[in-house]
């Protein structure tokens, strides 16, 4: 209807998934290079999740799109299958007729399908789509089929696809197996408002508009609240906001457009609560004014001197001896045993005056690594650019043989000094250069590189620790747990 009015050749804001209109940013583009990645070289099962309308299934759908030519994928866009559908559903994806088999054949015929295609050079991959709504007893067949295997090759890959009650369900006791299985785990996060402009305007112009912006930033901002940045009710916003302006015959988006699409779509805004970061940060500020006081009147009760090693120590310092840590250096913490999980340490450490390393259960929740195990790993030099030094302790961090995990923010397939010297220097600017880490990973005849964020050893603090990095880390990439050793 508005389409002429707009210059439009096709409407852009649809909610059914056309791969034409992927956007890229709000991690995006990275969730689908790293699945890329992960489907071509990892072998555990991979966890994709996101709100209701944040996008999973037009990343599924680009996958399929973009998936080298070695690698067959098989969609099930269907989750509530019984087991033996679901293994019907598999096999006829591997073009096997098997209709009316007992299912211990169908499930060797599988195997030989599956062996055949690796003796090709082929690698299956399974899709699965809304996975949340997949019964337990077809979750773990799926979990019985990604154990099949030829030497030390796994012949079948595994992508759930899932609202956050995936997660649920995969915490539940009697789906641990196919938990520890899982070798990555992204979500998708909300369109930030700052992005949300480039969006809306990247749709526009996929749709064939040329013209200037035309939402107002007051429009931007009540599409954003009104939305939570769930790509689906953005687009249904929008799509009505222009409606409501093709109406008034303008070209421009304004609030009382937005409202009139609210009130047409029955969407109100939620009631905004303290944001989570002002508490956590008032909380802090109360921990360390009380940690001042307390420093004072040791002080005082010891005549007025103030006792040395009680000292509050940023991350990465060693709290009882920090002068001893020059510019060039800085501390990386011990590790103790964890899985596939990283931690943000957003707290300082403290030693008592008598230098006893504090035990586990007195430190803070994020600062629980065994400070009496800490080492210096040198990392700089003056004449060296960013890239080598971070480069270099990425290099020293992974011969640590105690280290475990890191927050990995992004892989490229190629390595490329200048553009990475770029994401430090901003790095540096934001204060936490040194807890940038670079891994080189060569893969298929290139050097790749990992672009890596602290290192770390609970694995139980992890998943909520990663949305405590820095905002534009949030915003910009897909940050996911790595590990470099079990």
């Known amino acids: 209807m508005y389409l002429e009015h707009f210059g ?15 956007f890229s940013g709000a991690n995006r583009g990275e969730i689908l290079d790293a699945l890329i990645y992960s489907i ?117 890959q595994i992508v759930l696809f899932g609202q956050p009650e995936l997660n649920a369900k995969l915490d539940q006791p009697n789906m641990r197996q196919m938990k520890d299985r899982i070798a990555h785990h992204f979500h998708i996060q909300p369109l930030s408002r700052n992005i949300l402009e480039n969006y809306l305007m990247f749709r526009m112009r996929a749709a064939g508009y040329h013209g200037p912006d035309i939402f107002s930033p007051d429009a931007l901002k009540l599409i954003a609240r009104a939305s939570n940045g769930l790509m689906r009710r953005v687009n249904i916003l929008a799509d009505k906001s222009l409606l409501a302006a093709f109406v008034e015959d303008t070209h421009n988006i304004e609030v009382r457009h937005v409202q009139a699409a609210m009130r047409d779509s029955e969407l109100k805004i939620a009631p905004r609560m303290p944001d989570k970061k002002l508490l956590l940060g008032g909380a802090a500020t109360a921990v360390i004014l009380f940690a001042v006081a307390a420093w004072w009147m040791l002080g005082t009760q010891a005549g007025g001197k103030r006792p040395d090693a009680a000292i509050s120590a940023p991350r990465g ?10 510019k060039d250096e800085v501390h990386v913490p011990g590790y103790g045993n964890s899985k596939i999980e990283a931690i943000n340490n957003e707290s300082a450490a403290q030693h008592p005056a008598d230098n006893t390393p504090p035990s586990k259960d007195t430190l803070p929740a994020v600062a629980q690594a065994p400070l009496e195990q800490a080492t210096h790993v040198k990392t700089t030099t003056q004449k060296s650019s960013l890239f080598e030094q971070r480069l270099a ?94």
């Open 40 to 156: 071509s070289e990892v072998e555990g099962i991979i966890n994709v999740s996101g709100e209701v309308g944040s996008g999973k299934t037009m990343l599924c759908r680009m996958l399929l799109k973009k998936l080298p030519p070695h690698i067959e994928p098989i969609y099930l866009a269907n989750p509530s299958l019984s087991r033996e559908e679901m293994l019907y559903a598999i096999a006829d994806g591997l073009g096997l007729n098997i209709e009316g088999e007992r299912v211990g054949i169908i499930m060797q015929s599988i195997q030989n399908k599956l062996e055949e295609k690796a003796r090709e050079g082929k690698r299956i991959v399974v899709l699965v789509d809304e996975a949340h709504a997949m019964p337990t007893d077809t979750l773990e067949e799926l979990r019985l089929l990604h154990n099949l295997q030829v030497g030390n090759a796994k012949l079948l």
């Open 317 to 326: 310092e060693t709290a009882s001896h920090p002068s001893e840590l020059s």
């Open 393 to 486: 302790a990425g290099r020293q961090l992974r011969e640590q043989k105690n280290a475990v995990a890191s927050i990995q923010l992004f892989y490229k397939a190629e390595i490329d000094p200048k553009r990475l010297e770029g994401f430090l220097l901003r790095a540096k600017s934001l204060g936490v250069l040194s807890e940038i880490y670079l891994l080189p990973v060569p893969a298929n005849g290139k050097d790749g590189i990992r672009v890596l964020y602290g290192a770390y050893s609970s694995a139980d603090a992890a998943k909520n620790a990663i949305r405590d990095l820095p905002a534009r880390y949030q915003d910009t990439f897909a940050a996911t747990a790595y590990v470099f050793r079990e």
């Open 8 to 22: 439009l050749s096709e409407p852009p804001f649809r909610i059914t998934p056309v791969t034409e209109f992927f």
